[in-house]
């Protein structure tokens, strides 16, 4: 069974530092790992995609890379924001079901 | 175009009291997705619509759930009775393929 772990649980940083999510996950095995953005009391936000076959996906200030065969993956968050604040999700899709298996998530806190 | 629509977004009910959520997915979507998400925890998946038929509903606590994807475009999801254990979030999702979800706001149940 796929197992999705994140750490830090909850991190608190001052607007402009540089931070990084970590995420890992048991069997490496997977089509493809997404990281998603959840702010209180609304859904999920697709933020990033890397399928199985690359190693990294950028957008605007947020770069993932994924490293299949140790089963681990980062975010990386350039001159964070107090935008930036919500809870950020990692998952995985792997299977004969191709079942979406997340992490608990990482709390982010960006202090004005 | 409309993301994934649910409703009611909150809902309070005391325990043994049945409740049911409703989903409209995104317009063309053949797959639609049921998660439960408790408080600090990822969402888990309840049960996975291909069009009217259930094709993953293995985590779907069958004494007290039910779901229904009636003519494979909204969905219903009812619990009878609801216990204290089912206070959480429940997320709709939908996709048109097997890689990217969308997901709606939500439902956040409590039972008293």
């Known amino acids: 069974k796929q197992e999705v772990t994140q750490i830090p649980a909850a991190l608190s940083v001052p607007e402009g530092e540089n931070l990084v999510l970590n995420c890992s996950f048991t069997?490496?095995?997977?089509?493809?790992l997404q990281w998603f953005r959840q702010d209180p009391g609304k859904g999920l936000t697709s933020l990033l995609l890397?399928?199985?076959?690359?190693r990294e996906q950028t957008s605007g200030r947020l770069n993932a890379s994924l490293d299949k065969s140790s089963g681990r993956s980062t975010l990386y968050i350039a001159a964070s924001q107090p935008g930036d604040s919500a809870t950020y999700l990692c998952?995985?899709?792997?299977?004969?079901?191709?079942?979406?298996?997340f992490g608990s998530g990482t709390q982010l806190t960006v202090l004005p | 175009e409309a993301g994934v629509v649910q409703s009611p977004r909150y809902k309070i009910i005391e325990k043994k009291q049945p409740v049911a959520f409703w989903c409209n997915p995104i317009?063309?979507?053949?797959?639609l997705y049921w998660y439960l998400q408790n408080l600090g925890q990822g969402p888990e998946l309840l049960i996975r619509?291909?069009?009217?038929?259930?094709?993953?509903d293995s985590q779907l606590p069958k004494d007290r759930f039910s779901a229904e994807r009636l003519k494979g475009v909204d969905s219903t999801l009812k619990i009878q009775p609801a216990e204290l254990g089912d206070s959480a979030v429940y997320l709709c999702?939908?996709?048109?393929?097997?890689?990217?979800?969308?997901f709606g706001p939500g439902t956040r149940l409590t039972v008293l």
């Open positions: 999702a939908s996709s048109s393929g097997p890689d990217t979800q969308y």
């Open positions: 069997d490496s095995a997977i089509y493809n």
């Open positions: 890397i399928q199985s076959s690359q």
């Open positions: 998952a995985v899709l792997s299977g004969s079901a191709r079942q979406l298996t």
């Open positions: 317009s063309g979507h053949n797959t």
């Open positions: 619509y291909e069009n009217e038929e259930a094709v993953d």
